[in-house]
């Protein structure tokens, strides 16, 4: 019913968007004290290739999910209303690429923990953030049913329908 218009202007979109990744760059790179010795990074290329999962590993997942959720729901938040799908890939792969970034200049840090699985869940996340909010619009787009029955007459009639069984 009418047309969809975008909620931001293109420029707002991508300024919103550049702030949040501003702030993921923050938080993830806060503390990189960058070494130039190759031994030792390519020490930490080969544990970020084989990670052993610990339980420490699914706090740091779940607040990875959390963390790039917010990118892809920003993301969706701020795409034209016609290209949801669009935006859930771009969303996912801006996500990913993101990540790959931040793990990538962690093994240059002697402090920092590079790790594939970080990798993984940070795209999990960009992309479960964009797709809860796809189903959010999807859900507001959908078409009213209206309920056989009013909800104020469900709720007289059912503790009625509970006593003649019981």
Do not use: H, K
């Not at 959720?69 to 996912?92: H, K, V």
Request: one cysteine or more.
């Amino acid at each position: 019913s009418g047309t969809r218009r975008r909620v931001f202007s293109r420029a707002g979109a991508y300024a919103l968007r550049l702030a949040y990744v501003l702030v993921i760059a923050r938080v993830t790179l806060l503390g990189l004290d960058p070494s130039t010795e190759r031994s030792a990074a390519l020490a930490r290329l080969q544990r970020a290739l084989n990670p052993g999962l610990r339980a420490m590993d699914v706090v740091d997942g779940a607040r990875n999910v959390a963390l790039f959720a917010g990118l892809g729901a920003l993301w969706l938040a701020t795409a034209a209303p016609s290209r949801l799908r669009r935006a859930i890939l771009q969303a996912t792969l801006t996500g990913g690429a993101l990540s790959l970034t931040v793990e990538t200049l962690q093994l240059l840090s002697p402090t920092r923990l590079a790790s594939v699985l970080d990798l993984a869940t940070n795209t999990l996340g960009a992309f479960l953030g964009a797709f809860a909010v796809a189903l959010a619009v999807a859900a507001a787009r959908a078409p009213r049913r209206v309920p056989l029955m009013p909800p104020p007459l469900v709720l007289v009639a059912l503790p009625y329908a509970l006593a003649c069984i019981g």
